[in-house]
Nanobody
Framework: QVQLVESGGGSVQAGGSLRLSCAAS????????MGWFRQAPGKEREGVAY???????TYHADSVKGRFTISQDKQNMLYLQMNSLKPEDTAMYYC??????????????WGQGTQVTVSS
């Protein structure tokens, strides 16, 4: 069983930065990828970025490319560095583990989420 716990969310002004963290425990080696998703009120959950756990290859959604960076260390910590934040980045952010890609259906394990609010 994989357990994921996010932290690092908060409120910032547009142009600011936040770093989200996700502590993974359990048999994480069974997951090909770990990823970050977000969901704003009234909208569907969307993939933000994901990383292959073995090769560390990363992929970012076009909406965040050049501003957000996903990374993972050897201690099963997943990060999302978010720079140049925009009000449209406001959402609940979730850490996930499973197969790869930007579809939430590809992931089996989810954290409880951490709220990010960006004011203009």
């Amino acid at each position: 069983q994989v357990q994921l716990v996010e932290s690092g969310g908060g409120s910032v002004q547009a142009g600011g930065s936040l770093r989200l963290s996700c502590a993974a425990s359990g048999y994480t080696y069974s997951s090909a990828c770990m990823g970050w998703f977000r969901q704003a009120p009234g909208k569907e959950r969307e993939g933000v970025a994901y990383i292959y756990t073995v090769t560390r290859n990363t992929y970012h959604a076009d909406s965040v490319k050049g501003r957000f960076t996903i990374s993972q260390d050897k201690q099963n910590m997943l990060y999302l560095q978010m720079n140049s934040l925009k009000p449209e980045d406001t959402a609940m952010y979730y850490c996930a583990a499973g197969s790869c890609g930007f579809s939430s259906y590809s992931y089996d394990y989810w954290g409880q989420g951490t709220q990010v609010t960006v004011s203009s």
